[in-house]
């Protein structure tokens, strides 16, 4: 039981985030700070003028950071069957090794034992500052990355058919561009995927300058192929602007609209007075007619035409 309630705080600490949790707070709030210090760290070691000098403080922090993140990372592990969703001691704890920000993790500080990786994996560490949603609770800013989530999913087919258009325009353009200039300019348009850099940089109106058209019809399709690249990336930004609209308007549906007079919600069905129930069966049952059901709120039948008042 012991175990149990030990791995369950462990969980409480490093799984997740608690407004009213002191500790858990401090601890993401150590490791964020240690990871923006390695992110750091990682930049700085590229200086020539700082890599020498410092070496031996670069390396001892490198330690002492991998030390940290290794044992944050076996806790994790550990206690990820604590939460219920990972259920099983070795099966749940493979299923949350391979999630996405586990796999992070792991990456993290896998370059550090492999020695012989020439790649310095270690600006992963870069991605654990999502984390930093969890730590200061933007629950605006958490809530917005779910619309912009949502806005992507139900917007996937336009977006992917305006990605096949970029496409075909890009492979169009450096084809043509390829056959305008390959005999004028044959280092800089030497085949079509080398003419493809020179349609990225126009198409996304960038412009490098690095390889430009000089014959008159390279002039004139590079001019028509820059317009047509503003106007075709202006796509998605109205695909987007378009689902967050759509998705305002949902989250507008579900809010109530009360009124400022009864405060009652305007949407919502008047439920039946229990006490007029029982006067119109017990009209019905003397023969007379029944009494006239009375509008919602202590303000009479005037409320209604106050509803309607303030809907415009």
């Known amino acids: 039981m012991k175990y149990e309630s030990v791995k369950r705080r462990v969980h409480e600490v490093v799984g997740r985030v608690d407004p009213s949790d002191r500790q858990s707070r401090v601890s993401d709030i150590l490791i ?3 990871i923006v210090l390695n992110v750091g760290a990682v930049m700085l070691e590229t200086v020539e003028e700082l890599a020498a000098p410092y070496a031996l403080f670069f390396r001892g922090f490198e330690v002492f950071s991998v030390a940290v993140f290794t044992a944050e990372y076996v806790l994790r592990v550990w206690s990820s069957t604590a939460g219920g969703r990972y259920e099983g001691s070795v099966r749940g704890r493979l299923r949350y090794a391979l999630t996405p920000m586990a796999l992070v993790d792991l990456l993290a500080i896998l370059p550090f034992y492999l020695e012989f990786l020439t790649v310095d994996l270690r600006f992963v560490r870069s991605l654990r500052l999502i984390r930093l949603f969890r730590a200061f609770k ?12 949502r806005v992507l999913t139900s917007k996937r087919e336009e ?3 305006t990605l096949f258009v970029v496409l075909i325009l890009l492979i169009f353009a450096a084809s043509a561009m390829y056959y305008a200039e390959r005999d004028d300019q044959p280092d800089k348009f030497s085949s079509i995927p080398a003419a493809m850099w020179w349609g990225v940089a126009t198409l996304t109106t960038v412009g490098y300058g690095d390889v430009f058209p000089i014959t008159p019809l390279g ?10 690249g503003v106007g075709l990336f202006a796509l998605p930004t109205g695909i987007l602007a378009s689902g967050f609209a759509e998705e305002l308007q949902k989250s507008r549906r579900h809010e109530p609209l009360v009124c400022p ?4 919600d305007v949407r919502e069905k008047p439920r039946p007075d229990p006490a007029e129930g029982e006067a119109a069966r017990a ?15 202590d303000a ?3 409320t209604s035409k106050d509803h309607s008042v303030e809907l415009r």
Do not use: F, W
């Open 219 to 228: 002039k004139l399709l590079g001019a028509v192929i820059a317009v047509l």
């Open 138 to 149: 933007l629950a605006r800013y958490s809530s917005s990355l779910q619309t912009l989530g």
């Open 261 to 264: 007079h009864c405060g009652l």
């Open 300 to 302: 009479g039948a005037e």
């Open 32 to 34: 964020m700070a240690l």
């Open 159 to 161: 977006l992917l058919v």
């Open 283 to 297: 009209a019905e049952t003397a023969g007379a007619p029944a009494p006239a059901p009375r509008a919602r709120g």
